[in-house]
């Protein structure tokens, strides 16, 4: 992300916190950002003064936030956009000093800290510092603070290399994560993933478990001869959703089968080209399956 894009995010998020926190609380953060050795202390205080509401995003905000990392924050508390915002503005001349304070943090945070410490990866300066910090965190069993890293982050995508990729996308289906919210998943997609995802689909199978449909997303542009029966599977699957995946997966295929697979279903192939159909209203189907 781009200086410009964070100073721009910086200024949007005073303005949303100036909307969100009384008079005083607000003077009060603001006061606080201004002394770099009491960071620690405002950091732990944070949600003692703001509370911990939802935040209320406005459309034009809501928009203006989207434009500008590609992200959303429908399920930040106040006090978890408080602490993100102290991190944003923390002092950055002195690198060193800058990275052991962060680091500090991390080492000492609880896990509602540890939500707002990873949602604040891709604003923190020196972002090369923090990948071995961000695997660190999807190695961990902390299901708060994996979403926080995995859903609605720029971060990974930006920043992670092959390998820390692909075991943050394999966790999220470990973990049940809402696949459709990690940014870049489509941008990202490599073969080493499908293969490793088809090879999970095929555990899951053998002991006769579901797999999620949202999987056949990361596989499509990489089907061959060896990927291909697992997509007539599900394209013959009684479950709707499958059949959705399998179409979808087959749309994102230069694979030659793959593609004669589509034409066998005109409707789904239809319901593509219209836009009806696409990885993010199968998406909201299973959502609404779940609920």
Request: aromatic fraction near 8%; charge should be negative.
């Amino acid at each position: 992300m781009s200086n410009t894009s964070i100073d721009q995010i910086k200024i949007l998020f005073d303005d949303i916190l100036k909307h969100q926190l009384a008079q005083d609380t607000w003077h009060w953060l603001s006061a606080s950002v201004k002394d770099s050795n009491a960071t620690a202390e405002t950091f732990t205080r944070i949600p003692r003064k703001t509370g911990k509401s939802l935040v209320k995003l406005s459309a034009p905000d809501e928009q203006s936030l989207r434009e500008l990392n590609n992200a959303t924050m429908h399920d930040w508390t106040v006090d978890r956009l408080a602490r993100v915002w102290l991190l944003m503005n923390l002092e950055e001349k002195d690198k060193t000093k800058y990275i052991r304070q962060t680091e500090t943090l991390f080492a000492g945070a609880e896990v509602s800290e540890l939500v707002a410490l990873y949602t604040a990866l891709p604003y923190l300066s020196f972002p090369e510092h923090w990948m071995a910090q961000c695997a660190e965190g999807i190695r961990s069993n902390i299901s708060d603070a994996l979403q926080a890293i995995m859903c609605n982050n720029p971060y990974p995508a930006a920043w992670l290399d092959e390998r820390a990729w692909n075991q943050m996308v394999l966790k999220a289906f470990f973990t049940d994560k809402p696949i459709h919210l990690i940014i870049g998943l489509d941008e990202r997609a490599n073969r080493e993933l499908a293969n490793a995802l088809s090879y999970y689909a095929h555990e899951r199978w053998a002991a006769s478990r579901t797999v999620n449909p949202q999987l056949w997303r990361c596989v499509g542009k990489f089907i061959d001869e060896k990927l291909f029966p697992d997509i007539e599977r599900i394209a013959a699957s009684e479950n709707s959703l499958e059949r959705e995946a399998a179409a979808l997966a087959c749309n994102d295929s230069s694979y030659q089968p793959a593609k004669e697979l589509l034409n066998q279903f005109p409707g789904s192939k239809q319901s593509i080209t219209a836009g009806q159909l696409t990885w993010g209203t199968l998406a909201e189907k299973i959502s609404t399956n779940k609920n």
